[in-house]
């Protein structure tokens, strides 16, 4: 899809100098990445994530690529509505308000669906709970200041195409899914100035994990979606090495085929579609 001058337009004043942006789980990873670049950019940013320790080192680096603005950082929990409201009020005292809101915390767990309900609970809690905490905690300001802005929820494939071996990740993200659709609807049709997008990462080395062959880097993560943005997109769906957007688009346009085929959930994984699968053409 070809730029569109609006689109280009809205990006560059929302990423100008000394406006505001505030990124969740901001210590490692895409989100420190993200930090990194729009304080380069001048922007103010501020920080937040629940690990203190690699939170106060993230700080550091990003004070560090920081320009014309200024960068805060706080420990909080993304699933507390009440801590993310003490952080919306925090930045507005600081920045004077948000232009930019980036929502990336997220928790993984190991296990099936019939896990304890405890790790359903904190994935679901931070993955999904954490993205609607953060929306409603600043989008109302965002909406009334009336001044260009945007919402980036980080989804992932997994809440898309469904792969099994971990159910927790794939709900919580499959909601961020549909709940960003759903908010950039409202947005768009109250014609307002914000906008929300959706952010999908292909294989990525975040965390602090060992680099895999054909994985991307936060780095690249970030260019992708700033580049898609610039366009005005909203499904920013992230190739990486080993997986092109023909590959992407396969699995997607398959996954959704076990509905309008009536075929049981999962057949790309099922050994007696394996032949249909890798000769199907989207």
């Known amino acids: 899809m070809p730029a569109s001058p609006s689109a280009e337009a809205q990006l560059?004043?929302?990423?100008?100098?000394?406006?505001?942006?505030?990124?969740?789980?901001?210590?490692?990873?895409?989100?420190?990445?993200?930090?990194?670049?729009?304080?380069?950019l001048g922007m103010h940013v501020c920080l937040a994530d629940l690990d203190e320790t690699a939170l106060d080192t993230a700080h550091e680096e990003v004070r560090a690529a920081?320009?014309?603005?200024?960068?805060?950082?706080?420990?909080?929990?993304?699933?507390?509505?009440?801590?993310?409201?003490?952080?919306?009020?925090?930045?507005?005292?600081?920045?004077?308000?948000?232009?930019?809101?980036?929502?990336?915390?997220?928790?993984?767990?190991?296990?099936?669906?019939?896990?304890?309900?405890?790790?359903?609970?904190?994935?679901?809690?931070?993955g999904l709970f954490g993205v609607i905490n953060g929306c409603q905690a600043f989008a109302p300001d965002m909406i009334a200041a009336g001044a260009p802005a945007m919402i980036v929820n980080v989804g992932s494939k997994q809440g898309i195409t469904n792969p099994p071996g971990r159910p927790h990740y794939n709900v919580a993200k499959a909601a961020v899914k549909a709940y960003t659709e759903l908010l950039q609807h409202e947005l768009r049709s109250g014609g307002g100035a914000v906008t929300t997008h959706l952010l999908i990462p292909g294989m990525t080395t975040t965390g602090g994990r060992d680099h895999r062959p054909g994985a991307w880097w936060p780095d690249?993560?970030?260019?992708?979606?700033?580049?898609?943005?610039e366009r005005g997109d909203f499904y920013i769906l992230c190739p990486d090495g080993e997986v092109t957007p023909e590959m992407d688009a396969k699995r997607i346009l398959w996954a959704a085929r076990d509905i309008t085929e009536n075929r049981p959930p999962l057949t790309r994984w099922h050994p007696s579609f394996k032949a249909a699968f890798d000769a199907f053409e989207p």
């Open 66 to 126: 920081a320009q014309a603005g200024r960068v805060m950082s706080m420990a909080v929990d993304v699933a507390d509505p009440g801590a993310m409201a003490a952080l919306r009020d925090r930045v507005q005292d600081t920045f004077g308000g948000v232009a930019l809101l980036m929502n990336n915390a997220v928790a993984r767990h190991s296990g099936g669906c019939l896990d304890e309900p405890d790790n359903w609970r904190k994935t679901l809690d931070v």
């Open 12 to 40: 560059s004043e929302i990423l100008s100098p000394e406006r505001g942006a505030v990124v969740t789980g901001a210590a490692s990873g895409i989100g420190l990445a993200a930090a990194k670049r729009f304080a380069a």
């Open 220 to 229: 690249q993560v970030v260019d992708f979606m700033l580049e898609a943005l």
